[in-house]
């Protein structure tokens, strides 16, 4: 099956540094989307690109977040500098023009002490 | 703009029929989608039905759609322990993004 691929699947680190996720959607897939889930706030959307372009960052803070798609096959997604409250679970998903559904990656589970 | 509400919990007998419910906002929303949440993992697409669409049936499970009302249903038949997890209901426009509800956890007691 394939799938999308995220790393890394946790990561700690302390409050003012730099955190970089990455994932790898899936091929031919030309949809990639940010989620952040925490319990507090569900399923946030943070950004979402279409054929490498972003098409939607409003969901994410523009001061200390930042996502880019270097190529078709690498979404990351950077926090400079990181604050305990972006403690959460991100998620990455791929699909095909949005539609049909999306297929998530595990996620990265972050914690910031 | 856009909204989809679930109940936040529900737990059914195992081997009982679970019906989770969820409403939207958006009337042109084109597809409506049933993703499933297990502890510790992303979320996993269970099915999918086009807002032409009254009705789809995927061996246990079977979604209806009232348009009119903007109301989607995913009944599970034969409840399972395994079905244990949280279900989030989800609704596109065209290809666009997909706005979430915030899940339903499905408790399935033996």
């Given at each position: 099956d394939a799938r999308v691929t995220q790393t890394p699947r946790h990561k700690v680190t302390e409050m003012g540094q730099e955190v970089t996720m990455r994932c790898q959607p899936i091929l031919g897939h030309n949809t990639v989307f940010w989620y952040r889930q925490t319990m507090m706030q569900g399923l946030e959307l943070l950004a979402y690109f279409r054929n490498r372009a972003p098409?939607?960052?409003?969901?994410?803070?523009?001061?200390?977040?930042?996502?880019?798609?270097?190529?078709?096959?690498?979404?990351?997604?950077?926090?400079?500098?990181?604050?305990?409250?972006?403690?959460?679970?991100?998620?990455?998903?791929?699909?095909?023009?949005?539609?049909?559904g999306y297929t998530f990656g595990s996620g990265t589970r972050l914690t910031v002490v | 703009g856009e909204d989809v509400e679930q109940s936040l919990f529900l737990s059914v007998r195992e081997g009982d029929s679970s019906v989770i419910n969820c409403t939207y906002t958006d009337s042109s929303s084109t597809y409506l989608y049933w993703y499933k949440q297990e502890p510790g993992a992303g979320l996993q697409l269970l099915t999918y039905i086009f807002s032409n669409m009254d009705m789809k049936q995927d061996q246990r499970l079977t979604v209806l759609l009232n348009k009119k009302d903007k109301?989607?249903?995913?009944?599970?038949?034969?409840?399972?322990?395994?079905?244990?997890?949280i279900y989030f209901c989800a609704e596109s426009v065209s290809a666009g993004k997909s706005t979430f509800g915030d899940g339903t956890t499905l408790t399935v007691k033996p």
């Amino acid at each position: 099956d394939a799938r999308v691929t995220q790393t890394p699947r946790h990561k700690v680190t302390e409050m003012g540094q730099e955190v970089t996720m990455r994932c790898q959607p899936i091929l031919g897939h030309n949809t990639v989307f940010w989620y952040r889930q925490t319990m507090m706030q569900g399923l946030e959307l943070l950004a979402y690109f279409r054929n490498r372009a972003p098409l939607d960052d409003s969901g994410m803070p523009k001061d200390r977040f930042s996502a880019e798609m270097p190529d078709a096959t690498l979404a990351t997604l950077k926090i400079q500098p990181s604050e305990p409250r972006d403690s959460a679970v991100y998620f990455c998903a791929s699909g095909l023009q949005g539609n049909y559904g999306y297929t998530f990656g595990s996620g990265t589970r972050l914690t910031v002490v | 703009g856009e909204d989809v509400e679930q109940s936040l919990f529900l737990s059914v007998r195992e081997g009982d029929s679970s019906v989770i419910n969820c409403t939207y906002t958006d009337s042109s929303s084109t597809y409506l989608y049933w993703y499933k949440q297990e502890p510790g993992a992303g979320l996993q697409l269970l099915t999918y039905i086009f807002s032409n669409m009254d009705m789809k049936q995927d061996q246990r499970l079977t979604v209806l759609l009232n348009k009119k009302d903007k109301h989607l249903s995913l009944r599970i038949a034969d409840t399972q322990t395994g079905d244990s997890a949280i279900y989030f209901c989800a609704e596109s426009v065209s290809a666009g993004k997909s706005t979430f509800g915030d899940g339903t956890t499905l408790t399935v007691k033996p």
